[in-house]
């Protein structure tokens, strides 16, 4: 497959409400869509960097920036490209995940709209329903956090993620357990804990969480092993897994019980699965992570979920949770399950009314 060009595409999508963490606030998603063009057709990609570098050093700006001037140069320059050759041919420029998976991800959409082979398929997915969970933000009181839980849980949602901070941790995870009972709970740190406040993690153990997911820095795996064997919660990391060889890594020192693979994190959806693998030889269960990604990171997320090792419900809520109106047709929640797109390569269309409606810039990069 040859490509004749690539389309930058910047879009603002207002959030049905301000989403939290002990990272920030957004209240609007700034996404860069990237729309590969070839002669047998097209194929959409996104990419997840968020407006600020405060959750990776990637943000959004200087993601446009690494594909206009570093990555298309070298991606349009390639005789021949398949998805599988993505990776290879972007690999001198260090770094920049997010920016890289959404190249792979609409390479890997036309490349599969043209032979006809939906990316679930081609991914290996062993299910065509995926169990959907919900992430909550911080909350500005216990009551509020209450209102928030009990809306996703009467709308269906299977299993619940409450970010926690320093300050913000016990009581919050207490309140739900005791108003919601039994229901899947876990929650994340976002890396927002230090090795020395183990006591108070501990204290989590008291409430039956499916986990505790990465509650120190990235990098600090000795860390997380050393905390794992005073808990008896799971320790699942989230942001120290940038690659198959990371997760593995991690599995080996006692760090990671659970893990949770997010494509854009490592690079792509074909190193997503290379990440599967590992933890599946393994016998760690893993689930899907979410970034806020409009109906076409969602698609390829779901096909991602679909495989056989990913065992718990992820960060996979139907687009009303985040947006009022998305730029492609809705996936909607259905007894506490997602649909996962079957039609060729991510199995969604963009709404072109929509798109248009909401981008503020578009560049069109040509392979001359």
């Known amino acids: 497959m040859k490509l004749t060009g ?17 990272l920030g606030e957004t209240s609007v998603r700034d996404a860069l869509l990237v729309r590969i063009l070839t002669p047998d057709g097209e194929g959409w990609g996104e990419c997840t960097a968020m407006t600020e570098p405060t959750y990776t050093s990637e943000y959004v700006d200087g993601a446009h ?8 140069p070298r991606l349009l320059a ?25 190249l792979e991800m609409g390479v890997l959409d036309a490349e599969l709209r043209a032979t006809g082979v939906s990316l679930a398929d081609h991914l290996g997915a062993a299910r065509d329903t995926v169990e959907a969970g919900v992430a909550v933000g911080l909350a500005s009181s216990i009551p509020e956090l209450l209102d928030t839980v009990g809306r996703y849980l009467d709308a269906g949602y299977r299993r619940v993620k409450l970010k926690i901070q320093p300050g913000w941790d ?3 995870v207490r309140a739900v357990r005791e108003r919601f009972g039994d229901v899947a709970l876990h929650v ?16 989590l153990d008291a409430f039956a969480l499916l986990m505790i997911e990465q509650p120190f820095a990235a990098d600090e795996l000795a860390a997380h092993a050393e905390l794992a064997r005073h808990l008896h919660t799971p320790i699942c990391l989230d942001e120290s897994i940038t690659s198959a060889a990371s997760a593995a890594f991690a599995i080996s020192t006692g760090a990671a019980a659970i893990v949770n693979i997010k494509a854009p994190r490592v690079g792509g959806y074909l ?9 599946a030889r393994a016998g760690v269960p893993v689930w899907c992570g979410g970034m806020l990604e409009t109906g076409l990171g969602r698609a390829a997320n779901l096909a991602l979920a679909a495989l056989p090792g990913f065992t718990l419900p992820g960060d996979l809520s139907a687009s009303d949770r985040y947006y009022r109106t998305d730029i492609t047709p809705p996936f909607v929640l259905r007894n506490g399950y997602l ?21 503020t810039s578009v560049e069109l990069v040509g392979s001359d």
């Open 170 to 172: 016990v009581e919050p």
């Open 339 to 359: 649909d996962v797109p079957t039609r060729p390569g991510l199995g969604v269309d963009v709404i072109g009314d929509v798109v248009e409606a909401c981008t």
């Open 78 to 102: 390639q005789p021949e490209l398949t998805a599988e050759g993505v990776g290879p041919a972007l690999a001198a420029v260090m770094g920049h995940p997010m920016a890289k998976c959404a």
């Open 271 to 279: 190193e997503a699965r290379r990440v599967h693998d590992v933890c």
């Open 65 to 72: 920036h690494v594909l206009r001037h570093h990555l298309l």
């Open 188 to 203: 994340d740190a976002n890396g927002g804990y230090r090795p020395g406040d183990t006591q108070q993690l501990r204290r």
């Open 6 to 22: 690539v389309e930058l595409r910047r879009v603002h999508l207002p959030l049905v409400a301000p989403f939290r963490t002990g």
